[in-house]
């Protein structure tokens, strides 16, 4: 992905930014296109659920634990 334009999803603002403008530790990314890092909060989501539901099947559970079980 060295070529060309990458984008980044800034979590402290909230929007994507052209080439890398701020700090590493408040970006998400590269990604090839805008669109991507517009929707990289909900890609890394669903990314998220995946390795949870992978994660309870590997320990023998049908699905991971509900949010509303969770104590916290």
Not at 19 to 46: H, I, K
């Amino acid at each position: 992905m060295s070529e060309g334009t990458q984008f980044y999803y800034n979590l402290t603002t909230g929007s994507v930014e052209e080439g890398r403008q701020s700090p590493g530790t408040e970006l998400m990314g590269p990604y090839a296109t805008r669109a991507e890092a517009e929707r990289a909060l909900e890609t890394a989501a669903t990314r998220n659920e995946q390795w949870d539901a992978d994660d309870a099947a590997w320990d023998g559970e049908e699905s991971p634990p509900a949010e509303a079980d969770d104590p916290r």
